[in-house]
């Protein structure tokens, strides 16, 4: 009777308090407004948003003031760092917060420790990677991309300190997963806003110099890169070593486990792969345009730094559309999980429309923020009117991605995003060096690619609900 007693009295203190919090929550996605709670549900993720453009434009403008060929030089480095960014936030990031999310609602405390001590591990192994790999392939990427003379220099001078700074990005961004995973949005949003204002205010001091500080050029950006995320990983460091974190970070006793990697990679690498072909298709399409000369590689760089927003964009949507669609799957309530699916593409669709609508029609809010050159305005002018319009496609295409997540089945969407690479890039390399359209014939191609990106992606959705409801009969 003793022991009886002993097993039972711990249960109330134990399990009642994360009882009306999860079956609230539950509720919510069950049976609230289907707009009104993925609005209620993406709100945090924009202090995410918000922080990523913000580094995205101010790089821009800083540099844009050391002339075209600085600007040029640095634009063929950063979807490198982009790449790096969105493998450690969107990719890896996700299947860190997942694993640890599912240890938690286990209550295996001591499995959720290990696996951010996994989450350290991984980030130092990724960001090893991603140096190691990217600073001995630069000069034969960047030339291959168009790079020649001062752009060149000025691309590397920038990469040989920001694709260092591999290790800063994927600690902050996996190691804030990891806090994401106990349920605490706000303090990973905190650090990395606070670790992008740290870099606004600390690139142009050393890319301009300031004082005794003398001025680095592209190089400050890269340095400024560096120092403001190592500061954001270390806050989150110290946080997972505390006392008021849920799961903590412990070194002493740790091991490193297979299947504890394994249940982050499960779920990490096929948005891996999928940020990798979002990302490869910028490289790819500005090595293209390279072959138009600089100032065609510039004005679609520069356009395309516009894509590098929506992205987080949609990312701050998805995570909300992913557990709407997974919640109402599970339960089999086959019917609004899809009604949650189209609501939530929609949403991404008609945002990203209404962003790329804006600077279609006022091109010059976006690209004078970069450059003043008239010849790069004018191509910039003519990728976003042909382009933005039909970014409303993109957001489509990227909001079914997310859907397709929370119906377990994210292959066919994944697959429809490579096929939108080799759209593009075909048509373009057709359109330029077979028909000689030019420029305008490089834009059509990267159109026609977004639209065959939300037309697959719509036919991968439909083909999960397809066989779905034929497994249920």
């Avoid at 101010?58 to 760092?81: K, M, N, T, Y």
């Avoid at 450690?88 to 694993?99: D, F, H, I």
């Avoid at 799961?247 to 792969?273: C, M, T």
């Avoid at 096929?419 to 026609?448: E, K, M, T």
């Amino acid at each position: 009777m003793r022991a009886e007693t002993m097993t039972l009295a711990p249960q109330p203190f134990a399990q009642n308090p994360p009882k009306p919090v999860v079956a609230a929550r539950t509720k919510l996605l069950l049976e609230g407004p289907l707009l009104a709670t993925l609005l209620r549900l993406s709100a945090p993720n924009v202090l995410n948003l918000l922080a990523i453009a913000g580094m995205i434009t101010f790089d821009g403008l800083f540099l844009g003031r050391l002339g075209a060929d600085a600007l040029a030089g640095v634009s063929l480095a950063f979807p490198f760092v982009m790449l790096m960014q969105h493998t450690a936030a969107s990719g890896m990031g996700g299947g860190v917060s997942s694993a640890v999310a599912r240890a938690l609602g286990a209550a295996k405390r001591d499995l959720a420790d290990a696996l951010v001590f996994h989450t350290f591990v991984l980030a130092l192994a990724i960001a090893a990677a991603f140096s190691a790999v990217l600073l001995l392939a630069a000069p034969i990427l960047f030339r291959a991309m168009g790079g020649q003379g001062a752009v060149l220099s000025a691309a590397m001078d920038y990469a040989n300190v920001a694709f260092w700074s591999a290790i800063s990005i994927c600690m902050l961004n996996l190691l804030g997963s990891a806090v994401r995973g106990t349920g605490n949005m706000a303090l990973p949003a905190g650090v990395i806003v606070g670790s992008v204002v740290g870099h606004i205010v600390v690139s142009p001091v050393l890319i301009f110099g300031w004082g005794p500080i003398p001025g680095l050029g592209p190089a400050g950006a890269g340095w400024g890169l560096m120092l403001s995320f190592a500061a954001g990983s270390l806050v989150l460091f110290t946080y997972l070593r505390s006392s008021r974190s849920l799961v903590h970070l412990r070194f002493s006793g740790a091991r490193l486990e297979w299947p504890l990697f394994a249940d982050i990679l499960k779920v990490g690498v096929p948005g891996l792969v999928n940020v990798v072909i979002t990302n490869l298709s910028v490289v790819v399409l500005t090595g293209i345009a390279g072959q138009l000369g600089k100032k065609a590689a510039l004005g679609y760089a520069l356009g395309a730094r516009l894509e590098y927003i929506l992205i987080p964009l949609a990312f701050g949507f998805g995570t909300a559309i992913v557990a709407m669609v997974g919640t109402n799957w599970g339960a089999r309530q086959y019917q609004r999980a899809h009604r949650a699916a189209w609501i939530g593409a929609m949403t991404v669709a008609v945002t990203c429309a209404a962003i790329g609508t804006l600077f279609a029609l006022f091109p010059t809010l976006w690209l004078h923020l970069f450059t003043n050159d008239e010849d790069t305005i004018q191509l910039g002018t003519s990728y976003l009117r042909v382009v933005g319009p039909i970014y409303g496609l993109y957001g489509l295409g990227m909001g079914l991605y997310f859907a397709s997540q929370g119906l377990g089945n994210a292959m066919w969407t994944v697959a429809a995003n490579a096929i939108r690479l080799v759209i593009s890039s075909g048509c373009a390399v057709i359109a330029i060096c077979w028909l000689h359209f030019g420029a305008i014939g490089l834009f059509i191609s990267i159109a026609a690619g977004f639209c065959a990106y939300a037309i697959l992606t719509l036919i991968a959705v439909g083909g999960v609900k397809t066989s779905s409801v034929g497994r249920r009969a």
